[in-house]
């Protein structure tokens, strides 16, 4: 008997599938991450069971809880605002941090990644509708941050992430056009910046159309939060 997430899985497997069908795409070029904050562990390691390999949280105290009850091997992504006192821990753990939002973090998470001897992917979060209450750079600034990072040895830059404001379909769809223009043209003058986190359960099938390669999923997998 396929369960609840299974199922929630083999949909959105599907969804991709004809987003992707619709763009022009190749589905294999689409990393899905699972959100899985306020989930419990069981429910983390059934995604794992599925064969979901990428797993997200966005705050550091509950990634270190998770990383700690789940045995099977994860790539974490942070994907919520880092302070710069918990950048240890999160560059310990994590594969990839989707929310470098400054020179002095990104500074931080190098040195750290350093102690490591490791070498830590890492997306810019950028504020793409300019709101006030949002972490993110402003636009504007990703390619002065996009280029200090280069010049950081141990963290891989290679991308951008954006959350764009509430909004009904027609606008979403422009923010998520606006952060592709972004990403394509830092994509031009530093090498590896290839991706796009964008994309999350009420507006992932446009953020595919619109280019997105890294899609955030928690309640399309995972049912409503509590
Ligand atoms: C919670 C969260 C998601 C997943 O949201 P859903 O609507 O459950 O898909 C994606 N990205 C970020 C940054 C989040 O905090």
Redesign the pocket.
């Known amino acids: 008997m396929p369960d609840r997430i299974e199922e929630n899985l083999r949909a959105v497997r599907e969804r991709v599938a004809r987003a992707c069908g619709r763009a022009g795409r190749d589905p294999s070029g689409v990393l899905l991450v699972a959100?899985t904050?306020t989930f419990p562990a069981p429910v983390v390691t059934r995604a794992l069971e599925l064969g979901i390999g990428d797993l997200?949280e966005?705050r550091v105290q509950e990634l270190r809880q998770k990383a700690e009850q789940v045995s099977l091997p994860v790539r974490w992504h942070l994907?919520?605002h880092l302070q710069s006192n918990k950048a240890g821990i999160a560059a310990r753990i994590c594969r990839m941090i989707q929310t470098v939002d400054s020179i002095p973090l990104a500074q931080k998470l190098s040195r750290e990644a350093q102690t490591l001897g490791k070498e830590l992917e890492v997306l810019i979060q950028v504020n793409i509708g300019g709101e006030k209450q949002k972490s993110g750079v402003e636009p504007s600034d990703a390619e002065g941050l996009a280029r200090a990072i280069h010049h950081l040895p141990h963290l891989r830059p290679r991308g951008l992430m954006t959350?764009p404001p509430i909004a009904d379909a027609e606008r979403t769809r422009v923010y998520f056009r606006s952060a592709r223009e972004l990403r394509d043209r830092l994509g031009a003058e530093f090498s590896g910046m290839t991706e796009l986190s964008m994309g999350?359960?009420?507006d992932y099938e446009i953020a595919l159309e619109e280019g997105a390669t890294i899609l955030?999923?928690?309640?399309?997998l995972f049912g409503e939060r509590a």
Do not use: Q
Not at 216 to 220: N, T
């Open positions: 959100v904050k997200g966005n994907i919520g959350i999350m359960t009420d955030r999923l928690g309640r399309a």
